[in-house]
């Protein structure tokens, strides 16, 4: 069902906000920025929604409740996902702060940039590598090998990496929706 897919779940999101928007100005005319505002403050939004509920809600639920190889498994198909997601809403609100305002600080969103991109691009591809190499090791009955072991520190070492920097992102977030809340309340 059309419906069901996510290009019709963003339009029919996208769809009343704007509408809400264009009735707010004048008759027949949408300024530019607004629709660059909306654009901003909902890539924003999805941004910091994803990254807390996936970090303090999603992930330790799924811990909790999987056994490890099984959650390992899941992990190794979300975050390539979340990561991207998060990458390409951070990018959507740079490339529209730089129209919308020059006081604005763009940094704390080239930070969250930066610690979603080295997510996607090296720590997650390389600790789900690390995760297969042990999973390979188990099934061969060499869970107390050298081998192992090593993998087993290099991955904890990996994930802690991932976990800071997503962190790093979401502080990142964080910190730009303080100033933007500034503005917002400023007189």
């Known amino acids: 069902m059309i419906w069901n897919t996510p290009s019709f779940r963003i339009i029919a999101l996208i769809t009343p906000v704007t509408f809400l928007a264009y009735r707010s100005t004048l008759p027949f005319q949408l300024p530019f920025q607004y629709p660059l505002a909306i654009l901003h403050l909902s890539s924003w939004g999805i941004n910091v929604g994803t990254n807390f509920y996936t970090t303090f809600v999603a992930g330790i639920t799924m811990?909790?409740?999987?056994?490890?190889?099984?959650?390992g498994k899941l992990q190794a198909k979300l975050f390539p996902k979340f990561f991207l997601?998060?990458?390409?809403?951070?990018f959507l609100q740079l490339s529209t702060l730089r129209n919308l305002s020059s006081t604005v600080s763009p940094s704390p969103t080239f930070f969250s940039l930066f610690c979603s991109l080295s997510n996607l691009l090296y720590l997650e591809p390389k600790s789900t590598s690390i995760m297969s190499q042990r999973h390979r090791l188990e099934d061969k009955g060499e869970a107390s090998s050298e081998e192992y072991k090593s993998l087993k520190s290099e991955f904890g070492k990996l994930h802690g990496m991932s976990s800071l920097m997503n962190l790093g992102a979401l502080v990142g977030l964080l910190v730009h929706g303080a100033l933007i809340a500034r503005k917002l309340v400023a007189p």
């Open 63 to 71: 811990f909790k409740a999987l056994p490890r190889r099984e959650f």
């Open 85 to 90: 997601l998060c990458t390409l809403t951070a």
